[in-house]
Structure formats: structure tokens, C-alpha cells
């Protein structure tokens, strides 16, 4: 009897396995049940299970399966990997911790401890994932991972310079020829240096990740975190390359949804997804176009993945929606069946390649029409994603060949606005020490963004203009601030001149902004939410305008607001134009006073004005697919382009 039942559950198991190979999941989850009733004691049969009812979509009866293989075969690995990874991504990080601890010590191995590391930090229990990163390394301190782990946590207790000696670690220690982790670890070293303004460091590992880039193999290429590219100095060839070959990645193991047969009757249903839908900057630009958005017309679905922060602005863009989908606790698979349940029409991807993306569900092709919007300054490299959402300056047409997706351009600036944030009264310069008879001269972007020639150019500013300045600038870490001051002392400029505050809420920043005089942009990554900050602040924006988006989205701000004499065409026509605004104050002052009395009016924050235009551009997206056209690119409907300074 025992006999035939093993045999009988080999059958069910092979025909699984041929099932399986074609994608038919349903039916090889039928056949692999009935293997696992034949020999429920075999974990592998258990493991297979879980693997196809993940790709069918049902992640908690998958993750249940993979528990039962965990439990069957507990010194195995690979158990742990796959039902880890599961508990991960259905945001049951706490399950996953409570399962890696009922290990018993023994069996406790390094990368079961440095899994539940994984799940800690996902928790925010940062502090208890140095702690068992240290019990890994105190076991083996060559172990690139655990280093790796260990770095991130510090970066989120704001240990940067520590944080940093980490990721460093794991760079040197990882032997492999693959070269996994350093291929992880290697992006995030060049940004906690940049972060840290670590320049010295940071040209030596800055180069070796263009090396990779140029030379690596698909795999290592793959590895890095395309958002890297984005500020530092890369070509628009590169960071197409490396965003094309991560989405690939990302996005291998999901299976597509069949086309869709026939539209559902009504409005145009939109789709928006994000992790996002909370205080967060995307959130500030985006919540009062969905308010306008004509629901005769649209009807709007959010897919959240979102921290829950009880904040007021979590509370508004929810309400800006009609339907409102929780998908934490869903896996990749089930959040695409649920949005085409739905019947979205469009969907919109606010993410790309940031922090807490699940752009790859749209690989599923839930929507016979997705975009990408707002979230990521660049070409996402997905072969899934129909088109980028630009304006003329930061997506010009001639730009094409550099983006995976067609361009879809706005008539005035790509970015939203809320027209419906207060202004608060200006605070006295004196509450931040600063002089009353000197030139505020700011930057209040992440440290990231300033580079070694960015310093070179403010330092001759100062040095060179007449008036008297003082540079105003963001405590972003004490390491940073330290290695800031040490750049402009080496350059002539007393430390004495420079200015560095806290962060402070959204209402006080904007407060606060007014003191300024002139906000001085970063290249080759700009100001974004921060430069629209600024100029609803009434503080002129000063920037040069490149080759890729993120560095042209102040030129595009900035040309929405009737600005566009304040955008430069490289780096020697800014430090003049800079000291020309400074020593002739006139046309600085005017600047300001256009900015605060026709706030209102201006192309930039009149979010009715940008609604008509998103919903005219969503129509014509649409136009082209219900006439059973391919997507194309899109030239705004009418454009009003920045002159001269802006190719």
C-alpha cells in the first residue's frame, strides 16, 4: 500500500512538474495537493506547492504550504529561503521572525540569522538587527552579508560614518566571483559617501561601479540599484542599461495575466500605485490632482503599500480616491489579480526604482495601459511600463532613445503642485542666526546631491561676488556638515559663513525658506519637491539644466512659473549669472516679488489648469489603445518651452 501511494504520488508530482513548465499553475496546483495528500510527510512535494500556488496567486495558502515543508525539513535552506521570502513580500515580517526564532540555537546558521535580520529591519527594529548582525560576524567576520545587513541598520539609526565602514566591509570581503554581495553593497557605499561628502572615498568606489556598469555581467549588473545613477555623474546610456537589466530581475518570476478581452463599460478607471500614500513628498504633489480629477469621467482605485502614519496627509489622499485597496498582505500575483478585477483601465506606477517599490506587479500586465509618473526622475528600463509622463524640458522628444518608455509630455511642468498649501508667515531671520545685511544664498537638498564641483562653484560665488554672502545649507548628519565646512575652508570661504539647521516639519520649512534670498540648485541631480518648495516660498530658483530628467526638473519648474532666465547652459554661465544676481539685486528682488504675488496664477500651481491637462493627456493615451493603435509618443498639446537656456 505504502508502495503504490508512492508511486501514485510521484505521478501526481512529475505532472505538476509538466504543468509547471507551462506556466498552467491551477492545474499544477491541483496535482501537486494531490501528491502532497499521497505523501504528506514529503516536504519537497510540500515546497513545490507552495512555489505554484504563489504564481497562481494565492500568497497566504502558499505561504502555509511553505511552512509545512519548514516543518518537514528543517535543516534544508532552501525551505526557509522560499517561505521567508513569502512572509516578506505578504508583509508578515513578524510571522517570519517569530518562525526563524523557534529554530532551535543549534541550528541557528548564519543566514537564518541573517534572515531574520532581513525581517527586523522591515519592523524598524533596527537596534536588534545590529544586534544579531554582530552575533553573525562574532561566528564569521568575513561574512560580507552580515556586514551589508549591519550597514543598513546603522544608515537608519543615522550612523553614517559608521554605516559607511559597513558597506565598505562587505565590498572587501566578498571574495565570490560572482560578486553577489558586493554588487548590493557597492551602490549603497556610493551613497552613504555622497551622503556623507566623503568625495576622496567615493571617486575610488564611484568608479568601480561604473566599471561594473560598463563591463559587469548581466547578473552583477543587475544588482545595482538604478536610482544610484541618478546623482552621480552617468550617462543617460548607463542608467538605461542598469534600469532595464534590474527590472528584468525583479520582474522574471511573475507570471503574466491573460489579455484582456473586452473593456468593462463606464468610466475611465485608473489605477495608481505607491507605498507612498502617507506623509511623504509624493504625496504633497499628488493629492489635489486627484481631488480635481473629473469623476465624471475617471474613476480613481489606489493601491497602497503604505506605512500606516495616522497623518492628515495619508487621511486626504485616501479620501481622493473612490476606492481605496490596502495590498500589503498580498503578494506580487494577487495585487495584478486584484487590479484586473477591477477592471483598471490605466496603471500608474508613482514608484520606479525608489525606496519600497513593487513596480514589478505591473509586469503581470493588469491594465492594458501602464505608466510611469512622478516618482522616478528617469527611464524605469521596464518593457512593461507603456510610457514615462514628462513636459517638454525634462522629457524633450529628442531625448527618446534614452527611455524604455514612450514619452507622454504635459504642456507646462510634469509635476503636480497643492494649490491649497498655506503659506505660513516668515519666520525673522534671526530665529535660524542668520544676518540681516548679507545675501541668503541656500540649498536645502540631501547631501547626496552636492558633489565636490558643486562646492567648487558656490565657493567662487562667495569668493567672487561684491555683496556679502552667507551660504544656508541642511544638518543632514554631523559627518556631512563636518566635511562640508572642511570644503569651503579649503576653498577660501570662512566657515563662519556657512549656515546649517535642523530638519523641521513642512509648515516650518516653508516658513523658514522666506529668509532666503536665492535657492542655489545641485547638478547633476536638482531640487525637485524641495525647488517647488521654494519657489511657492517665493525664493528663486537657480539651476543648469542637463542631460537627463533629474537634472532637468528645476529648468521645467521654473519655466512653469515664467522663470526660465534663471535656468543656465553649464556650470561657468551659473557662478556668473549667480554673482550678477547678487551684486545687482534688482532683478533678484523682482524675481521674489513675482514669485509671491502671482503664486496663484502661475502654471506651476494652478492645479485646475493641471488637471484639465493630465485628464486631456490621459484621454489620448487611451484614445490610442481603444483604436487599437501601439502606445506612441505624445507631444504636448501645446507648449510654451523655456527659449535658449534648454535644448
Known amino acids: 500500500m505504502a508502495s503504490h501511494q508512492s508511486a501514485a504520488s510521484r505521478a501526481h508530482r512529475e505532472a505538476g512538474e509538466k504543468l509547471a513548465e507551462k506556466a498552467q499553475w491551477a492545474r499544477a496546483e491541483q496535482e501537486f495537493q494531490q501528491a502532497s495528500r499521497l505523501a504528506p510527510k514529503d516536504g519537497l512535494v510540500w515546497l513545490q506547492l507552495a512555489r505554484v500556488q504563489w504564481l497562481a496567486g494565492r500568497g497566504e495558502a502558499a505561504a502555509q504550504s511553505a511552512r509545512r515543508s519548514v516543518e518537514l525539513l528543517p535543516d534544508n535552506p532552501l525551505a526557509y529561503r522560499v517561505l521567508d521570502g513569502m512572509l516578506k513580500q505578504l508583509g508578515q515580517h513578524q510571522t517570519a521572525v517569530e518562525v526563524l526564532e523557534r529554530v532551535a540555537s543549534d541550528h541557528q546558521s548564519e543566514e537564518l540569522l541573517l534572515m531574520r535580520a532581513g525581517s527586523l529591519f522591515a519592523l524598524g527594529r533596527h537596534q536588534e538587527v545590529v544586534t544579531t548582525c554582530l552575533q553573525v560576524l562574532g561566528r564569521n567576520p568575513k561574512n560580507p552579508l552580515g556586514h551589508y545587513h549591519l550597514g ?51 571617486k575610488q568606489y564611484w568608479s568601480q561601479l561604473l566599471d ?11 544588482s545595482i540599484a538604478p536610482f544610484t545613477l541618478l546623482a552621480q555623474a552617468s550617462t543617460p546610456e548607463q542608467q538605461l542599461r542598469v534600469g532595464r537589466l534590474h527590472t528584468q530581475a525583479r520582474s522574471r518570476d511573475l507570471p503574466a495575466l491573460p489579455p484582456v478581452d473586452e473593456r468593462r463599460p463606464g468610466r475611465l478607471r485608473i489605477g495608481w500605485l505607491s507605498s507612498d500614500f502617507h506623509r511623504h513628498a509624493t504625496v504633497v504633489l499628488l493629492t489635489e490632482l486627484l481631488e480635481l480629477l473629473d469623476r465624471e469621467r475617471f ?67 493588469p491594465a492594458p495601459v501602464q505608466l510611469s509618473y512622478l516618482g522616478y526622475p528617469g527611464s524605469t528600463g521596464a518593457d512593461f511600463l507603456d510610457y514615462v509622463v514628462g513636459d517638454p524640458i525634462v522629457t524633450p522628444l529628442g531625448h527618446a532613445p534614452h527611455y524604455s518608455e514612450r514619452i507622454a509630455q504635459l504642456p507646462q511642468s510634469y509635476q503636480p503642485n497643492d494649490s491649497r498649501r498655506a503659506v505660513p508667515p516668515r519666520h525673522a531671520r534671526a530665529e535660524h542666526g542668520l544676518p540681516d545685511d548679507a545675501v541668503v544664498l541656500c540649498c536645502f537638498n540631501q547631501t547626496y546631491k552636492i558633489s565636490e564641483a558643486q562646492v567648487d562653484l558656490w565657493a567662487r560665488v562667495m569668493r567672487e561676488a561684491s555683496r556679502p554672502t552667507v551660504l544656508w545649507l541642511l544638518n543632514w548628519s554631523p559627518s556631512a556638515s563636518r566635511h562640508l565646512t572642511a570644503a569651503f575652508q579649503a576653498r577660501g570661504v570662512d566657515a563662519a559663513r556657512l549656515y546649517f539647521s535642523p530638519l523641521v516639519s513642512p509648515e516650518d520649512n516653508l516658513a523658514r525658506l522666506q529668509c532666503a534670498d536665492l535657492f542655489l540648485d545641485t547638478y547633476p541631480c536638482n531640487a ?107 507631444a504636448a498639446a501645446q507648449t510654451e518651452v523655456l527659449t535658449g537656456a534648454v535644448a
Open 212 to 222: 561594473v556598469v560598463e563591463h559587469g555581467d548581466v547578473n552583477a549588473v543587475a
Open 528 to 634: 525637485h519637491t524641495t525647488a517647488s518648495e521654494a519657489l511657492w516660498a517665493g525664493v528663486p530658483v537657480l539651476t543648469v539644466a542637463g542631460e537627463s530628467f533629474a537634472s532637468r526638473v528645476a529648468a521645467s519648474l521654473l519655466n512653469a512659473c515664467g522663470l526660465s532666465r534663471f535656468v543656465c547652459v553649464d556650470p561657468q554661465s551659473y557662478v556668473q549669472r549667480a554673482i550678477a544676481l547678487i551684486d545687482q539685486p534688482g532683478e533678484l528682488a523682482s524675481a521674489q516679488q513675482h514669485l509671491r504675488e502671482r503664486r496663484h496664477v502661475l502654471p506651476l500651481f494652478d492645479s485646475r489648469r493641471y488637471a484639465r491637462d493630465f485628464e486631456a493627456l490621459l484621454e489620448r493615451i487611451w484614445a490610442r489603445q481603444d483604436a487599437g493603435l501601439p502606445p506612441d509618443h505624445l
Open 299 to 365: 474613476e480613481i482605485f489606489l493601491y497602497c503599500h503604505s506605512v500606516e502614519d495616522g497623518s492628515e496627509a495619508q487621511r486626504r489622499i485616501r479620501a481622493a480616491g473612490d476606492h481605496f485597496r490596502d495590498v500589503r498582505r498580498l503578494s506580487d500575483p494577487e495585487v495584478a489579480q486584484l487590479m484586473r478585477a477591477d477592471g483598471i483601465d490605466i496603471a500608474v506606477d508613482l514608484k520606479g526604482h525608489t525606496e519600497g517599490s513593487r513596480m514589478q506587479i505591473l509586469a503581470a500586465r
Open 152 to 202: 543598513r541598520a546603522l544608515k537608519a539609526l543615522k550612523m553614517d560614518d559608521q554605516s559607511a565602514i559597513s558597506f565598505e566591509t562587505a565590498v572587501l570581503t566578498d571574495q565570490t566571483p560572482e560578486g553577489g554581495v558586493r554588487h548590493l553593497a557597492l551602490p549603497m557605499l556610493v551613497l552613504q559617501l555622497a551622503a556623507a561628502a566623503d568625495w576622496g572615498k567615493l
